[in-house]
């Protein structure tokens, strides 16, 4: 049987040596490992793990903390976690809860309550079933992590691209509680960063230029070129000077997008209207293609050139959703005639609104800023079916017991067609 390994994720040196210390008094004695970044952590587990107990540092005791902590229980909910604080946790009971945590400790923490408390971990593990063969995957042979990655693309500009990335950003992040990363591919006039009022210090640029400078030193220190938006989604940033774009080349877009998709449970990348070498790396990279157009001639008539070359392309076409933006009536186009031109159908038909303006301008998705709205009710019922079974049913449920028979509860009757009637 081989002795117990801890993990002890904090920056600090201080909680590292006295877990060290009391170790050493335990029988038998436990291995233990430092980690200082949470994003480093699967790198750790894979090097250095499996783990029996994580000890989580102060850094943790918040929202956002806890919601990675959750990432990492839901991965590996044979590791048991400690989270210790040196203030009360930003953070209720029910939270600290989801993210695996069996027991807290008050910082600074005695050696007595410090050793019981690895007693007690180290004991609860052994108890717990242990992953073996039959239908589970032990730790130590678990693939790495693979985040799911959305990609939005149109034949034409002006669709809402961007739009539409920050609000699937929020929508991911704000009912699954998982990690969401956007990234914007638009390279020489990105506008992610801009819609949401953010002033990024580092851009890809910046990260691939660390990436040819030291390429190994890269992934854990990755979440530095990021930018984080107050709704807890991060950004990785468009170059601030449109040449940059001409140095970022298709294995430099892999590359990114791999990084990302090991670090985040769900990766945005928001693209130029263009089917460039860039952005076909892109779409090689993802999960779901959401390709976007508005109701006027030009428009329509770009999507289907877009989706035939698509489809000579050989990209998958159950993974491409449509998305019909900024619909309005007697324009000279029926929508519903749009409708009939693609078989496929649309996943959501979004109507014209003034208050997705308001929206951008103060820097805040519209699903967050105004979400009784319209615009919003259709975008979350056309984002409903890529949630997780579970939460998408809990949101309906709440939805009705609240009164509020909107367009996503009727998804959960009518089903994803629905919408765009």
């Known amino acids: 049987m081989r002795n117990p390994k801890i993990l002890v994720l904090d920056r600090g040196a201080e909680l590292l040596r006295q877990v060290r210390e009391v170790a050493g008094e335990l029988r038998p004695r436990p291995e233990v490992v430092s980690c200082e970044r949470v994003g480093t952590v699967g790198e750790t587990r894979t090097e250095d793990g499996p783990f029996d107990v994580l000890i989580a540092g102060p850094s943790l005791g918040t929202q956002a903390g806890l919601s990675r902590l959750q990432i ?13 604080f040196s203030n009360r946790p930003d953070a209720q009971l029910r939270d600290i809860i989801r993210a695996g945590a069996i027991d807290l400790l008050q910082l600074p923490v005695t050696e007595r309550t410090l050793r019981d408390a690895l007693e007690r971990a180290i004991e609860v593990g052994h108890q717990r079933p242990r992953v073996g063969p039959v239908g589970v995957v032990d730790q130590a042979t678990a693939p790495a992590h693979q985040g799911t990655v959305f990609t939005m693309g149109s034949a034409t500009g002006g669709c809402g691209k961007t739009f539409f990335a920050t609000n699937l950003a929020y929508f991911l992040h704000h009912h699954t509680g998982r990690s969401v990363c956007i990234v914007d591919l638009d390279l020489q006039f990105g506008e992610v960063s801009t819609s949401l009022r953010l002033r990024p210090r580092y851009t890809i640029f910046d990260a691939l230029q660390r990436v040819e400078g030291d390429e190994g030193d890269l992934p854990a220190q990755f979440e530095e070129y ?50 460039t070498e860039i952005v076909l790396a892109a779409f090689d990279l993802s999960d779901h293609l959401y390709v976007m157009a508005t109701l006027d001639l030009p428009s329509v008539r770009n999507m289907g050139v877009f989706l035939n070359t698509l489809e000579k392309l050989k990209m998958p076409g159950e993974n491409v959703k449509l998305i019909l933006n900024k619909a309005e009536r007697d324009v000279g186009l029926d929508i519903d005639q749009v409708t009939r031109l693609f078989p496929q159908g649309f996943q959501a038909v979004l109507p014209y609104a003034r208050e997705v303006s308001k929206s951008v301008n103060v820097g805040t998705p519209i699903l967050a800023f105004s979400p009784g709205s319209e615009v919003s009710h259709r975008i979350e019922a056309g984002l409903a079916p890529i949630l997780p079974a579970d939460t998408r049913f809990r949101i309906g449920e709440t939805a009705e017991k609240a009164g509020r028979k909107s367009l996503f509860a009727r998804w959960f009757h009518s089903g994803p067609r629905a919408q765009a009637s």
Do not use: W
């Open 72 to 84: 990492i229980h839901d991965d590996l909910p044979g590791m048991i976690i400690l989270l210790a």
């Open 226 to 275: 990021l930018v984080t938006h107050d709704t807890g989604v991060k950004i990785l940033a468009a170059p601030k000077d449109p040449s940059d774009a001409d140095r970022i080349h298709p294995p430099d877009v892999t590359k990114i997008i791999e990084m990302l998709r090991e670090r985040f449970d769900y990766v945005i990348v928001d693209t130029p209207s263009a089917l």
